[in-house]
């Protein structure tokens, strides 16, 4: 059974950082390509990161450029969100997704994903 895991939230002040990670069981996760979205109280989810199956493409939301970075470990299984200068507008919950439809204009998650539960991440000011 394929499974990712997200973790890594948890509550900050504004100007802190967070790593959020994205642990997978039943396939290989340096296969796919991998996608962090969020969804913060009222608003749709939106893409935040998406890394491509070969590393060469990476796309970050225009207001996250600069401040999140998405790595992976492949020796772990695991895909990071490395999330620096955090502010109020970023707290949300936090998921990712494998195969991620990554364009020039967004990062999108394939049609039909299965969710994870998530994990939060509050930034108070």
């Known amino acids: 059974q394929v499974q990712l895991v997200e973790s890594g939230g948890g509550l900050v002040q504004v100007g802190g950082s967070l790593r959020l990670s994205c642990v997978a069981s039943g396939i290989t996760l340096n296969y796919y390509g991998v996608g962090w979205f969020r969804q913060a109280p009222g608003k749709e989810r939106e893409g935040v990161s998406c890394?491509?199956?070969?590393?060469?493409?990476?796309y970050y939301t225009d207001s996250l450029k600069g401040r999140f970075t998405i790595s992976r470990d492949n020796a772990k299984n695991t895909v990071y969100l490395q999330m620096d200068n955090l502010k109020p507008e970023d707290t949300a919950v936090y998921y990712c997704?494998?195969?991620?439809?990554?364009?020039?204009?967004?990062?999108?998650?394939?049609?039909?994903?299965?969710w994870g539960q998530g994990t939060q991440v509050t930034v108070s000011s």
């Open positions: 997704a494998k195969n991620p439809l990554i364009i020039n204009k967004g990062c999108f998650p394939q049609p039909g994903v299965s």
């Open positions: 890394i491509s199956s070969d590393d060469r493409i990476t």
